[in-house]
Structures are given as structure tokens and as C-alpha cells.
């Protein structure tokens, strides 16, 4: 499953509205657009939206994981979430950094704990507003980076979402040369840091709308697009998703 557009709902949706937005998508993407796109819906829908979506071609993710099962309260396990459907996971979010306290080490064991389970990834990173603007941003990306997979085997499907955190829900977006450059400096200090030089696919997160998706996927170095309030909609992210398949036409 390619997995280049996901949508990360955080926490909303409800029973309805999920009926409700994949009859959207479904009547406004195109048929080989679909097999690109991913949904993360809050932990308690995923059962829901699983059985939906489950012969749509649709790949579904886990907004987040914790590094263990047992005796953790109100923590979701890996095993948890394969078991209910879930094909990746998202983890490292600026959300859960900021109102969480996760620590790039916290990042750093769960992508462990996932590899030694079998569960795909998608890392976020992302530089605060005054690091982009003191020019900043590729040392604040090389110091996240380092700490969370230096020396690490990474997956072939290992994904980085670059999430500038001032640009969540803001409307404010990087010049697209920006997000090109910061994507192809990824990719580089990935390949270097990594035990098995490994090249990731990088996607760019942080107000991407179907305004702004056709400019962004004309740059070389985004390999996708992870999509917040804009996924919220059906037939916005379907939208988004057939933009992304016409990329270098």
C-alpha cells in the first residue's frame, strides 16, 4: 500500500459523520487515486471505520502507540492495533510532544517497539516557528532526527512527516522551495544517520488544503502529504488525493 496521502483526524469524527464522510470520498475520488490514501481516525472509531472501509482499497492507521502492553491504563499496544486493522502508525506528533511531554527519546522507543513488531511508521518532525525564522530549521530537523534513529535498521516503508509546528492548523505554509529543500535535507541525514542508510519517503504536514496540494506535489522532493483539518472532509481529501495522483504529469 503506497500510503502518500493520510489523513490524521485527531480527535473528532462520530458515528454518523464517518458514514457520512466516506460516501463523500467516494463519490469524488478517482478509482487509482484510492489505492494512495490513508485515514487515522480517533482510537474508538477505528473498528467502525475499518468495516467501512475494509473492500475500498483505503489503508487505515493508529494515530499514535504505546511501547508496551499490560498493566498501562488507557495506553493502546501495538498488538491492539494490528489487530483491529491498522496497516501504520503515526507517532511523534508535535501535539503529543507539546501537550503529552513525548521526548524524541519517547519517539525513539516506540519506532523500536513498532520494527520489532512489524508495524509500519510515520515519524513527525517539525521546527518551531522562532527556529524557522532564525533560520534554524535544518539544525533543529538534524538534532530530532539523530536522537530518534541514529544506528537504527529503518524499515524500507519508514516515513517522515516534515510538520513545521507553526504551520498546524494556521494556514501558514513554508515557501514551496522551502519544503523542497528541508525534504531533500531530510532525506540526506536520514541516509547518513541510519544504520542502513536508508532514503525515506518524505511527506509534508501542516495546513495543506486542495488550494495549496497541487503547488506542493509539483516539488521533487515531497513524496505526499499528511493532512489534518482538511481530511476532516470527505471530498476535500478526495480532492487532495487525485491532485496527488496527477504529480509530474
Known amino acids: 500500500m503506497d500510503r502518500s496521502i493520510i489523513g490524521n483526524w485527531k480527535s473528532n469524527g462520530s458515528l454518523e459523520l464517518n458514514k457520512i464522510w466516506f460516501k463523500d470520498f467516494q463519490e469524488n475520488i478517482k478509482d ?8 487515522c481516525p480517533p482510537y474508538l472509531y477505528l473498528d467502525q471505520v475499518f468495516n467501512i472501509i475494509n473492500k475500498a482499497n483505503i489503508s487505515m492507521g493508529s494515530q499514535d502507540i504505546d511501547i ?3 498493566a498501562r491504563t488507557g495506553s493502546i499496544s501495538i498488538e ?3 489487530d483491529i486493522g491498522c496497516q501504520f502508525s503515526i507517532i511523534g506528533h508535535s501535539e503529543r510532544r507539546t501537550l503529552f511531554g513525548e521526548t524524541d527519546l519517547t519517539v525513539r522507543e516506540k519506532l523500536l517497539a513498532a520494527q520489532e513488531k512489524n508495524m509500519s511508521i510515520v515519524m513527525c518532525i517539525g521546527e518551531p516557528e522562532e527556529d524557522y525564522l532564525s533560520s534554524n530549521t535544518q539544525d533543529y530537523l538534524f538534532n530530532q532526527i539523530n536522537q530518534t534513529i541514529k544506528n537504527v535498521n529503518l524499515a524500507e516503508d519508514f516515513t517522515i512527516a ?8 494556521t494556514g501558514k505554509l513554508p515557501k514551496m522551495h522551502e519544503i523542497n529543500t528541508i525534504h531533500k535535507y531530510i532525506k540526506d541525514i536520514v541516509q547518513s544517520t541510519s544504520k542502513n542508510s536508508m532514503v525515506p519517503k518524505v511527506i509534508y504536514g501542516g495546513s495543506v488544503t486542495s488550494e495549496n496540494a497541487e503547488e506542493l506535489f509539483k516539488e521533487d522532493c515531497v513524496d505526499g502529504a499528511l493532512i489534518g483539518g482538511a481530511s476532516l472532509n470527505g471530498k476535500e ?3 487532495i488525493a487525485n491532485q496527488f495522483l496527477n504529480k509530474g504529469l
Open 162 to 169: 516534515y510538520e513545521p509546528i507553526w504551520a498546524i492548523g
Open 32 to 39: 487509482s487515486a484510492i489505492s494512495s490514501t490513508a485515514i
Open 237 to 239: 481529501f478526495a480532492k
Open 80 to 82: 491492539a492495533c494490528k
Open 68 to 70: 508496551s502492553n499490560g
